[in-house]
């Protein structure tokens, strides 16, 4: 039987080909690569919406908190062996008003629509994946510079810590995209292929770690 593994995301896990409209192939996206890699007794589920956040709604845009969805999405899919979740990018936004800590503890959240979920097969695992850092080159985008202020950067670096320690809270797998990925200088937010390649490959590693 194959193992499931949904993966729970934003326009990177989408595959938002940076400063245009279009996404990468289902290859060339790291969920692609992620499948690639793990073969055929394994499914891996892609969820990428752009624009989500953790648990926030924007307030110009709408419709866009990740833990609204997230309930109907992973019962829709279950039985699950893993959930992927990597969001918080978005949160950066000025418009939140939210600092890493803050981004990383609405993850409590997504624990809870866990903790209350059909009972269809084992409870999966969840592995929380700290998102890439944004590069300073977004600064030289017009609508996300308006979008995500002057720190982005700064505030970004606070990932890795703040997810780490939500992780250790509610029982999670951790992982950092950003020890082998990173946000392209064309836009400051969005992957290239390379960086696709290299964090579906080392989730690949990761993903077995927890499942065999």
């Not at 969805?69 to 992973?74: A, G, Q, S, V």
Request: proline share 5%; net charge negative.
């Amino acid at each position: 039987m194959q193992k499931r593994i949904l993966c729970y995301g934003d326009s990177n896990t989408w595959g938002a080909i940076p400063n245009e409209s279009e996404r990468y192939p289902d290859d060339v996206r790291w969920t692609g690569v992620l499948q690639n890699e793990l073969g055929s007794t394994y499914k891996v589920i892609e969820e990428g919406y752009n624009g989500r956040t953790t648990v926030h709604d924007d307030p110009i845009e709408g419709r866009l908190s990740g833990v609204t969805y997230f309930k109907p999405c992973m019962e829709s899919q279950l039985p699950l062996d893993l959930i992927i979740i990597m969001l918080g990018t978005n949160d950066l936004k000025t418009r939140f008003n939210v600092n890493p800590k803050a981004i990383a503890s609405g993850l409590y959240r997504y624990k809870d629509v866990l903790n209350n979920a059909p009972e269809v097969g084992a409870k999966p695992e969840v592995l929380v994946v700290a998102p890439i850092l944004m590069d300073p080159s977004y600064k030289d985008h017009v609508i996300f510079h308006d979008m995500f202020g002057e720190d982005a950067v700064e505030r970004s670096l606070g990932f890795a810590e703040a997810y780490k320690e939500v992780a250790d809270a509610i029982g999670a797998h951790y992982f950092n995209a950003a020890d082998y990925a990173k946000a392209s200088v064309k836009d400051g937010l969005h992957m290239e292929p390379d960086s696709h390649e290299r964090l579906g490959k080392a989730l690949a590693e990761k993903v077995r770690e927890i499942l065999e």
